[in-house]
């Protein structure tokens, strides 16, 4: 027998609000996050505009831990991890002994630290590389931070490397453990800190925006980078009901697919069999879709291939399709992490969030990506989608709860 799975508790760190209630605050009054960049040092480029996180102090979340033992990264997903479980009511104590897991996604990992081990030994020798800086550089440390902070010693934590669709497979991956009953909660999202190495590579892409992020406009012009951590609690319907739990939404299904068609161009094919697997999977028919939460990166390639393949699967009335990338830049493995929260905070509350910065459609784009104010509206069934470098693609379908029935 399988479990329904649903959304407990949400956490957010994030460039326009931390934390669930300032990120929904955030996405209803279509709040931008983009400002000069000051976590590297941006000199030589152009222009340097990013959407990084401000007003974040590690040690009011980190307990067990000290944060100069956590890179940056780390430090967003901890502290997201403990935001999410104080949310979901869970008590941390209990949570110790219980059957779970700790899934995060992530495209860079600790690069930050990397490059300054790196660069430490091309200057001085590999002898003097900082011992602390090393020990917190793994990518791993992501989600062990996570369970070494929280004490859970009954977990598996791991650290999943499929660049921005990542929070969207770590979703999945928890989905997948609580429905089968291995385990009786997932600690689940993504997460990524600035780097100049990431923004050095998007940059001689030609792919990094001026200004400000256009998702689906005519005159967009790329991405914005971002930064921070969205970490979501997975529980059973049961066991929300049986403890009286605020359920934001049920994980309805997901579809992952791999094409390897290119380095870094989308394949519309291989996006529209990814949404269709996911809605396979959860049962749902195209037209029971009220929204779609997509990739939407803003870069020209990116946007026309991924509305092309909605319009393949929803036919020439797609349901409104927006991109939550406009007000946060692409904040890269945390990307669909925060995305899926943001879909689950729109069905509680009852609004669409904005693609903000819009002026004008590309006629190649034709999607309503509800432009630049939120609306209200009751959602039923949302999708949220992650695409990412290599053809890793990941699509998730959410849904409305209302006491032990799904809304149809």
Known sequence: MTQRVVLTGLGVVSSIGIGADRFAEGLRAG????????VFDPTGFEHSVGCEVVGF????????????????????????????????????????????LVSVGTTDGEAVDLEALLQTSLDRGPAEMDGRVAR??????????????LGLSNVSAYTIATACSAGNYALGDGFDAVR????????????????????????????????????FDADRQGILTGEGA??????????????????????????????????????QDSIERCMRLAL???????????????HGTGT???????????????????????SVKSMLGHTMGAASALGAIAC?????????????????????????????????????VVQNNGLAFGGNNASVILGKHTGTELVP
């Not at 291939?305 to 699967?313: D, G, H, K, V, Y």
């Open 31 to 38: 709040r931008s996050g983009a400002r000069p960049i000051t």
């Open 57 to 100: 102090d590690p040690a009011e979340w980190l307990r067990a831990t000290d944060p100069a033992d956590l890179g940056r990264a780390s430090q967003f997903s901890v502290a997201a991890a403990r935001m999410a479980v104080r949310d979901s009511g869970l008590d941390e104590a209990a949570l110790a002994d219980m059957r779970g």
């Open 136 to 149: 917190r550089a793994p990518a791993t440390m992501l989600s062990l931070a996570i369970a070494r902070e």
């Open 180 to 215: 089968s009953g291995e385990v009786e909660f997932a600690l689940v999202g993504g997460a990524d800190a600035m780097c100049r190495k990431t923004f050095a590579g998007f940059y001689r892409l030609g792919t990094i925006a001026p200004d400000v992020c256009r998702p």
């Open 230 to 267: 969205g970490v979501l609690v997975l529980e059973s319907l049961d066991s929300a009901l049986a403890r009286g739990a605020r359920v934001y939404a049920e994980v309805l299904g997901y579809g992952l697919n791999c094409d390897a068609h290119h380095p870094v161009a989308p394949d």
């Open 280 to 294: 396979d999977d959860a049962g749902v028919k195209p037209h029971e879709v009220d929204l779609i939460s997509a």
């Open 300 to 322: 020209q390639a990116n946007d026309v291939t991924e509305t092309r393949a909605i319009r393949e699967l929803y036919g020439d009335r797609p349901p409104r399709t927006i």
């Open 344 to 380: 689950a905070l729109a069905i509680t509350h009852g609004f669409i969030p904005p693609t903000i910065n819009h002026r004008s459609t590309d006629p190649e784009c034709e999607v309503d990506c509800v432009p630049n104010e939120s609306v209200a509206a009751d959602l039923r």
